[in-house]
């Protein structure tokens, strides 16, 4: 059985409005949302090529988005990291 991505959603009342939390792997949920993100990219480059929007706001989005694809890169290479440093630690300092 496949393993869900998405556990649990709870909208919780604030005293300014509302707070949606979403408990479940968080590195699947942000590569669905890159995912998202590009198909969005290849939308807005076809109106911006049927002058819809402007080339500017073009490159503002792409620019977000490799943005947010450098975040996650390095959070990932984060994690790597830090197993290894606690791999490292376990065995007292030898690889």
Known sequence: MAEKVIQ???I???DDGFRIEIKGDKERLRQMALSHQ???IAIYRQE???GLISKVE????EEALRQQEHIAALAGAALVLAGI???F???GGSA
Do not use: G, H, N, P
């Open 89 to 91: 630690s376990k065995t």
């Open 58 to 61: 073009l490159f503002d989005k």
């Open 48 to 50: 911006s090529s049927e």
């Open 8 to 10: 649990e959603v709870r």
């Open 38 to 40: 590009r198909e969005m």
């Open 12 to 14: 919780v009342e604030t």
């Open 85 to 87: 440093v606690a791999r």
